[in-house]
């Protein structure tokens, strides 16, 4: 049973290819981490299962369905997938509230008022409550990024891709976000995410992928890439990481 | 205890604060009255130099005649009245027709090719044409062609020429304010749901109007100036008003009055566009 399902996936930048070949099976509950180099491809692989690029060859499943195919709806795609960006990308706009309700709104007919409600309850499941009225550059970028996650979890959707969710920040406010995927996590939420994070990868992935130029080299329980790595790109991957003393 | 020893909050300010607070008043007071005297020298250079001038007699007369002013001001007025009417009819529409092809512009689906190419010739054309030139083939053209339904009064067929000239710039502003909102604006709306409409509408152009804001005021001011070239087909606006005298009198005094006219309508704008640049500066920095 898989929720997520990329088959041979190619993408292309300007006749360079950015993934060879790329498998990969989520199942549902499933966290799955993608570790790699910068450059290495994990944020095209993310954009491409959201449809925010159009892939060169292999094909995307979801629940079996090929959302790769031209065929298939983008938005209800979409409309199915959350995403959270490295730079946050909060609609500057508006406030705290007008960004999580938007979506619930315009895109899924939810009523405005059930959709604040329900805005207001992760508000206040994520320590944001006093934060509803605010804009946006009022925040700190890690309350910036909860909202940001709030706001792609208020379309309740199947699967959330995180895209670095935490590089941007201060180390001090990395914990109250990677906090937030961690409660996540316990309510059963299928995930793919790219981080720099090792120790959080380890701590919470069920699966850890290494992708090595655009090939998925390797995959495992976090133990096994992280204690007995088999392939050579990944162990030379892990120790420069350990050096640079981000594990 | 002395007036502006008590901060908000009821907290008693420090001796030092109170002293800081009294070189700052007192700095901005030499300030004003250094930039009002440099002010006061240098026009009354300026008016010396004028009125020196070896033809400053004749300029005077011809120019500065207070009773030509006083004879020719209210038919310039109410020629005056006819340049504002044309300015709010055309701004108008000038906003909505230029924000419609920007985002013609913007469409991408193949179906929407031929709307887009055509976008793009109307701009092309517009922008290179000067506007003056709009105005008299539009003036003379389309009457001549005899239409059902073509206008034929001056002032409605200014206002066309007027609107298809500016729409093409004003268009352009909106499309440089669309590309002004970052990527990722688009991409997260997008990876909501959002369709592509839908994310144009809510999250790019609220961002991207904010943005444009000031060049279109500018645009605004430049209208506003251009309403006068639509004498050349006989609209009797303030120019034609002020020419007509200056030929009859033999005094070119009710040009100024116009230019005058002119000026006190662009005034409020211009440090209305300071305003609002001032404010975004402020909220940048915020
Ligand atoms: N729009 C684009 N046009 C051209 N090349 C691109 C584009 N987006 C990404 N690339 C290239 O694709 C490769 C993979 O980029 P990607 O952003 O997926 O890497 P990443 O693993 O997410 O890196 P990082 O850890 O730095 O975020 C890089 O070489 C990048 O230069
Ligand atoms: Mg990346």
Redesign the interface.
């Given at each position: 049973m898989t929720l997520l399902r990329i088959e041979n996936l190619w993408k292309d930048y300007h006749g360079h290819s950015v993934l060879r070949g790329v498998d990969l099976a989520v199942a549902p509950h499933e966290v799955v981490c993608l570790i790699g180099a910068s450059g290495s491809g994990k944020s095209t692989l993310l954009r491409c299962v959201n449809l925010l690029e159009t892939v060169d060859d292999g094909a995307i499943f979801l629940d079996e369905e090929e959302i790769t195919s031209p065929r298939a709806d983008a938005d209800a795609v979409r409309k199915r997938i959350g995403m959270v960006f490295q730079s946050y990308n909060l609609f500057p706009h508006m406030t705290v509230l007008d960004n999580i309700c938007l979506a619930p709104v315009k895109a899924h007919g939810v009523p405005r008022g059930r959709a604040e409600e329900e805005a207001r309850e992760l508000l206040t499941r994520f320590g944001l409550a006093d934060k509803a009225g605010a804009y946006p550059d009022r925040l700190s970028g890690g309350q910036q990024q909860r909202v940001a996650i709030i706001r792609a979890l208020a379309t309740r959707p199947r699967l959330m891709l995180l895209d670095e969710v935490t590089s941007a920040l201060d180390p001090a406010l990395v914990a109250e976000v990677l906090g937030v995927i961690r409660e996540l996590r316990e309510g059963g939420m299928t995930m793919i995410l790219a981080t720099h994070e090792m120790g959080f990868a380890r701590e919470i992935a069920d699966t850890v992928c290494f992708l090595d130029e655009g090939v998925l080299r390797e995959r495992g329980t976090p133990e096994q890439i992280f204690t007995e790595p088999r392939h050579e790109r990944t162990r030379a991957f892990l120790s420069t990481v350990i050096a640079s003393r981000r594990l | 205890m002395p007036a502006g020893t008590v901060a908000g909050g009821g907290r008693v300010k420090s001796a030092r604060q109170v002293e800081r607070e009294r070189l700052r008043r007192r700095r901005a007071y030499r300030s004003g009255s250094v930039a009002s005297a440099s002010t006061i020298i240098f026009l009354a250079l300026v008016v010396a130099v004028v009125v020196n001038a070896p033809g400053w007699e004749r300029v005077r007369a011809a120019f500065f005649d207070p009773a030509a002013f006083a004879e020719a001001l209210p038919d310039v007025v109410a020629g005056f009245w006819v340049n504002v009417q044309i300015f709010l009819i055309a701004e108008p529409l000038i906003l909505i027709a230029g924000l419609l092809i920007a985002l013609v512009r913007e469409l991408r689906a193949p179906v929407f090719f031929p709307l887009r190419a055509l976008a793009v010739m109307y701009v092309d054309v517009f922008r290179g044409v000067p506007t003056l030139l709009v105005i008299l083939l539009v003036g003379f053209g389309l009457p001549a062609l005899r239409l059902q339904g073509v206008p034929d009064d001056e002032v409605t067929l200014g206002v066309i020429a007027l609107t298809l000239s500016y729409t093409a710039y004003v268009a352009e502003v909106f499309r440089a304010g669309i590309a002004t909102v970052?990527p990722?604006?688009r991409?997260?709306?997008?990876?909501?749901?959002?369709?592509h409409t839908?994310a144009m509408r809510?999250?790019v152009l609220?961002?991207a109007v904010?943005n444009v804001v000031p060049p279109l005021l500018n645009d605004f001011v430049s209208l506003q100036k251009d309403t006068a070239l639509v004498s050349t087909i006989g609209v009797i606006e303030a120019l034609r008003q002020a020419q007509i005298y200056a030929s009859s009198k033999f005094n070119y005094t009710p040009y100024l009055a116009a230019a005058l006219l002119f000026v006190l309508l662009t005034i409020p704008m211009a440090r209305f566009t300071d305003y609002l640049a001032a404010r975004t500066a402020r909220r940048r920095g915020?």
């Open positions: - | 970052h990722g604006q991409a997260a709306a997008r990876s909501l749901g959002l369709s839908q809510y999250v609220p961002q904010r915020a």
